[in-house]
């Protein structure tokens, strides 16, 4: 099946800097979901990009399908953005699920 | 307000007990999706249902059972015959194809 590796595992960065979270994977997809997993589970949704690039206030990602990677920014790091970061993806052809990455974890420090 | 809700938010069931988790979404979605998370892991797919009276196995479908009876309903019975249950349960849904919405999860220990 496909594999999807997220870079780096963990990341502890000063309130204000900036960060790049990677995903890379293996086949080609026809989805690709950027989630940030809060300290209580909850899993919320950051992205819908399988390609090009999109912007939501501090955050911001681009996904090149034809590398098969995608990358997540978050500019002027804040606390509130600590917790896991995962990014899935789906394959064509009738097969529905999301295969996840193994996440980064991120903690910004005051 | 339109949303996925999972209840209980925590269970705890005995070795050989069959549990029901709950799953119900207000959003027409028709396909609804049932994953595991261990700790420090990401999350696999038990079973997705496409439209109701349907459903498929994913990637660790053993020891659980789902029926779709109706379109806002997915509930998921983990059974005796599951070998580790004791997991974090996150239900999704979607419009077929799409972006993929969670509900808050149910966490569930044997004791």
């Known amino acids: 099946g496909i594999q999807v590796e997220q870079s780096p595992p963990d990341l502890i960065l000063q309130e204000g800097a900036n960060s790049t979270l990677r995903c890379n994977f293996s086949?080609?997809?026809?989805?690709l979901q950027w989630f940030h997993q809060n300290p209580w589970g909850q899993l919320i949704n950051l992205f819908y990009i399988p390609s090009g690039t999109k912007q939501n206030g501090r955050l911001s990602a681009t996904t090149v399908a034809t590398e098969r990677y995608s990358l997540l920014y978050i500019s002027s790091s804040q606390t509130t953005d600590s917790g896991v970061y995962f990014c899935a993806v789906g394959i064509n052809f009738g097969n529905e699920k999301l295969t996840f990455g193994t996440g980064t974890r991120l903690t910004i420090i005051p | 307000d339109g949303g996925i809700t999972q209840s209980p938010k925590y269970l705890f069931r005995k070795e050989g007990q069959n549990v029901t988790l709950s799953c119900e979404q207000n959003?027409?979605?028709?396909?609804m999706y049932w994953y595991r998370q261990d700790p420090g892991q990401g999350l696999r797919l038990i079973y997705y249902s496409q439209i109701v009276n349907d459903f498929q196995k994913g990637d660790i479908a053993e020891g659980y059972s789902v029926s779709r009876e109706k379109k806002e309903s997915f509930p998921l019975t983990v059974t005796s015959a599951q070998k580790n249950p004791t997991a974090f349960y996150l239900c999704?849904?979607?419009?077929?194809?799409?972006?993929?919405?969670f509900g808050p999860g149910t966490r569930l220990t044997v004791l």
């Open positions: 086949d080609s997809v026809n989805n």
């Open positions: 959003l027409n979605h028709d396909a």
């Open positions: 999704a849904s979607s419009i077929r194809r799409d972006e993929q919405f």
